[in-house]
């Protein structure tokens, strides 16, 4: 069965940097598009950014852009998220995805999700 695992999150300042990873198992990770998603406290879930199977469909939330940079390696099943300029807006439970297509990646619904990791940046 599909299984992701986020790591890297924590508590930085404002302008600090965190690298989230996802690693993935379970699946053909190469064929899937994968997304990161965040929900902060008493908000909605925001898509932040999704790639495509072969890296050539990238998309970002205008919240991020710029700031944020989405890549895999699947060779390694292994998705990550760079997040450069954090501001306190970014806190939130930031969580892993995947949907069973290849592209396009910005609309599907996601089907499977990991357990998230809290990302913290105080002002």
């Known amino acids: 069965q599909v299984q992701l695992v986020e790591s890297g999150g924590g508590s930085v300042q404002a302008g600090g940097s965190l690298r989230l990873s996802c690693a993935a198992s379970g699946y053909t990770y190469g064929s899937y598009c994968m997304g990161w998603f965040r929900q902060g406290p008493g908000k909605e879930r925001e898509r932040v950014a999704t790639?495509?199977?072969?890296?050539?469909?990238?998309y970002y939330a205008d919240s991020v852009k710029g700031r944020f940079t989405i890549s895999r390696d699947n060779a390694k099943n292994t998705l990550w998220l760079q997040m450069n300029s954090l501001k306190p807006e970014d806190t939130a439970m930031y969580f892993c995805?995947?949907?069973?297509?290849?592209?396009?990646?910005?609309?599907?619904?996601?089907?499977?999700w990991g357990q998230g990791t809290q990302v913290t940046v105080s002002s």
């Open positions: 790639i495509s199977a072969g890296s050539s469909d990238i």
């Open positions: 995805a995947t949907v069973p297509q290849t592209q396009p990646c910005r609309y599907p619904d996601y089907a499977y």
